[in-house]
């Protein structure tokens, strides 16, 4: 598999896994305040969302002047 294909189909999962984090999140809201650790879960896959998404965005413009 080439890497942009592996790179559009991990930013798939980890909007999976965003997505999930944050409704824990909620769910863990409704019973008092939640944990650090479900607190903070959704940094990490957004943090990985933002690269990948950037890499996305710019990768048109890097074939075309190659």
Known sequence: MM?????RASHRWLGLALTLSVAANFIAMVFGPPPA?????????LA???VTGM?????????RSG
């Open 37 to 45: 650790t479900i607190t903070y879960a959704p940094l990490a896959p």
């Open 3 to 7: 890497r942009h294909h592996w790179i």
């Open 55 to 63: 890499y996305l965005f710019v990768r048109p413009y890097l074939r």
């Open 48 to 50: 990985l969302l933002i």
